[in-house]
């Protein structure tokens, strides 16, 4: 086993975890690539938590449990920990953190543009041709576009010249945000985890299985471990048996409780379905009875107002990108900017004590990723050139600077808020910066080119964010400490996890719909965010966004107000049970496939810690565990037959 680093005590990365990481890095962007965009069942990298990443770490732990029963040595657990983050990170960035909503990006507008006439004179005259693989002074359905959605013909092949330049260009804009990321995450980390100790739910079970076959350690498991192993195990064994053979019974894990409850005022209830997510009740049973109460209060809240609303014969008017109540969407808008206000207050003295590293010559750099000063010189650098780069794109500079700030500053400080704190597995706001701006006047005053623009970045990086590598940086750094590796070694493991990821699932997400038809694969992928927000940009340029309804500012002044109410009343007692990121959650999608398993897994310890004290929350722990890889463990499972044979697998919550 290597030695620590004299400079703070702590393991450096092993040539064998390089190895084995970049590895695992190639058979995660391989597997999440296919198996998203052609099995499209089962999505082993669209959460925080990718479950490809867990089940390779599950694979190396067994080896490794395996190894030293022989007495040969297994990975150490610094050593799993980068071969986790890299195949983390590779997950995120090749599902939907990054490379699928960037690669449809560069031909859907040319395609949709077939069906739909008005978009060649709405869009394409604003479109620099550098930032799309087809010639926007063109028609419509030009042969890089239409060979991408349609397939290629025989004896074609795949068309890479048209791709190199934007896809350049808008590698140089990702990797400015992931530098900011990055750079976000290191000013982040003391305060909250040395600071406010968030405990960091989603690396719990990786610290586990990185451990299991270290040197005096208790291995894998545990009765209890397993026996929570075994329920999800057996739930997705049965569900995905019956796909094969209808004559095997299935397990009821999804019920749409809006097919249930019919008729007035029922019917005035957006999305309201119980789905079982065994993963999610393991990590939300670890997290504090009060944070996990407000997640399914809120949303309870939110679903009794469109009962009210029922009630009383009112339609209510959605949010025009999400399936959330415009008076909810604008409630979670204000409750976002004061949560981002909150974190950033809370953080101040910290922040300062940052600021001043910038002077020459100054001390204080501290023992993290980045010096301080590189830091925040860089978060401030990147910013700059990601606005100037969508400015170039076609943002007016004031409205580049507002939608990147608020996506940056508020949308994901709040975001990693709500795993670092809430372990939410996945993370996706119910509003837009637009939605914003709307609140000061017509959108459509703003003209074309700004609107085509902020389209374009609304489906690269705000909408549907369900993998925030942000999150993944924290989570990293957050692991690193628990195994002892060291933190500066962590920009080494993230640039050549991301490099690596970027040309791997670049080149294979590019190749695959050429060659199969993105019209066959995930629709979501190919024909979601991508052309849903062009249709939005062409709805505020015909003037049909035109108002809002009275009650947008008061609800988003009212989210505002509420919240910070909320952080007072928690500053000046312990026991006030509400917590503010349920109420800037409760909108979100997230919260629509995870309010269940938050009302079961609250209802679940509090009986625990009722009737069984510390002891039996000791024991109930290590079930949840279990519960957790188990699920994760069943998805990776069933995508190997549905990506070898073409079988089809069970439906996953999450997916």
Same mark, same amino acid.
């Given at each position: ?28 962007? !391989? ?17 925080? &938590? ?5 089940? &390779? ?11 030293? *029963? ?170 995905? !048996? ?25 019917? +005035? ?17 670890? %997290? ?7 997640l399914w209060f809120f949303f309870s809240l939110a679903r009794g107002l469109d009962v009210a609303a029922g009630l009383r014969g009112v339609k209510v008017d959605d949010m025009p990108m999400f399936g959330t109540p415009m008076a909810v969407g604008y409630q ?7 949560? @981002? ?10 922040? *300062? ?15 993290? +990723? ?21 400015? !170039?794109?076609? &943002? ?12 940056? #500053? ?14 939410? !597995? ?10 914003? #701006? ?29 993998? &925030? ?32 990821? @970027? ?49 947008? %500012?008061?609800? @988003? ?18 026991? #006030? ?79």
């Amino acid at each position: 086993m290597p030695k620590p680093t004299a400079a703070d005590n702590r393991f450096g990365v092993t040539r064998r975890a390089w190895a084995i990481g970049l590895a695992c890095v190639v058979v995660t962007c !391989l597997t999440v690539s296919y198996s998203e965009l052609v099995v499209q069942r089962v999505h082993v990298g669209a959460m925080q &938590l990718p479950p490809i990443a867990v089940g &390779l770490l599950f694979g190396l732990a067994c080896v490794g449990a395996g190894m030293r *029963r022989l007495g040969r040595p297994a990975l150490a657990p610094h050593e799993m920990a980068v071969v986790y983050i890299m195949s983390a990170l590779a997950a995120m960035f090749s599902s939907r953190g990054v490379v699928q909503r960037v690669i449809p990006l560069l031909v859907s507008t040319n395609f949709k543009a077939g069906e739909d006439g008005g978009w060649r004179e709405a869009f394409f005259a604003h479109i620099p041709r550098w930032a799309v693989a087809w010639d926007p002074a063109g028609p419509a359905r030009q042969a890089v576009a239409a060979g991408f959605y349609n397939g290629l013909k025989p004896g074609e092949g795949v068309p890479w010249g048209p791709w190199t330049v934007p896809l350049l260009t808008w590698g140089l804009f990702v990797a400015c945000v992931c530098f900011a990321f990055l750079c976000l995450a290191v000013l982040l980390r003391k305060p909250w985890a040395d600071h406010e100790r968030l405990s960091f739910p989603l690396v719990q079970l990786p610290i586990e299985l990185a451990q299991a076959a270290a040197p005096g350690s208790a291995g894998l498991g545990g009765a209890p471990l397993w026996a929570g192993f075994a329920v999800p195990a057996a739930v997705y064994t049965l569900k995905g !048996l019956h796909r094969l053979i209808p004559d095997v019974p299935d397990v009821v894990t999804h019920l749409n409780l809006q097919t249930v409850l019919t008729g007035p005022p029922w019917d +005035a209830l957006h999305f309201t379905h119980i789905l079982v997510s065994f993963a999610a009740m393991g990590f939300l049973f670890m %997290l504090p009875t009060d944070l996990v109460f407000s997640l399914w209060f809120f949303f309870s809240l939110a679903r009794g107002l469109d009962v009210a609303a029922g009630l009383r014969g009112v339609k209510v008017d959605d949010m025009p990108m999400f399936g959330t109540p415009m008076a909810v969407g604008y409630q979670n808008m204000g409750a976002y900017l004061a949560v @981002a206000g909150w974190v950033l207050w809370a953080a101040r003295e910290h922040l *300062r004590r940052v600021a001043a590293c910038l002077r020459p010559g100054a001390g204080g750099q501290g023992a993290e +990723a980045l010096p301080y000063r590189t830091a925040l010189i860089g978060l401030i650098g990147s910013t700059a050139v990601a606005v100037a780069w969508l400015a !170039l794109l076609g &943002l007016e500079v004031w409205l580049a600077a507002a939608a990147f700030g608020l996506f940056l #500053f508020v949308a994901a400080v709040v975001m990693a808020r709500s795993t670092a704190e809430a372990g939410m !597995l996945m993370t996706e706001t119910s509003f837009l910066p637009m939605d914003l #701006f709307r609140l000061m006047g017509n959108p459509q005053n703003l003209g074309a080119a700004n609107l085509t623009a902020m389209a374009q970045f609304d489906t690269a990086w705000c909408r549907d964010q369900r993998g &925030l590598v942000l999150c993944t940086f924290l989570d990293g750094m957050a692991l690193a400490d628990k195994v002892r590796l060291s933190r500066r070694s962590l920009v080494a493991v993230f640039a050549v996890a991301l490099g690596a990821a @970027a040309v791997v699932s670049t080149v294979v997400q590019v190749w695959l719909p050429y060659h199969i038809g993105a019209l066959r694969m995930y629709d979501y992928a190919y024909m979601g965010p991508n052309i849903w927000t062009f249709e939005e940009a062409k709805r505020m340029l015909a003037g049909e966004r035109e108002t809002l309804p009275w009650h947008a %500012l008061p609800n @988003a002044l009212a989210g505002l107000a509420l919240t910070v109410a909320m952080i007072a009343a928690r500053a000046r007692t312990l026991a #006030f049970p509400l917590h503010p990121l349920g109420y800037a959650l409760c909108g979100s999608w997230t919260m629509m496939v995870l309010w269940f398993p938050c009302l079961a897994a609250w209802l679940a310890k509090v009986i625990v810690l009722r009737w069984g004290g510390v002891g039996a929350y000791r024991v109930a722990r290590r079930v949840a565990l279990g519960m957790v890889l188990g699920e994760c463990s069943m998805a990776v499972l069933w995508s190997v037959p549905g990506m070898i044979w073409n079988l089809p697998a069970p439906s996953f919550p999450w997916a």
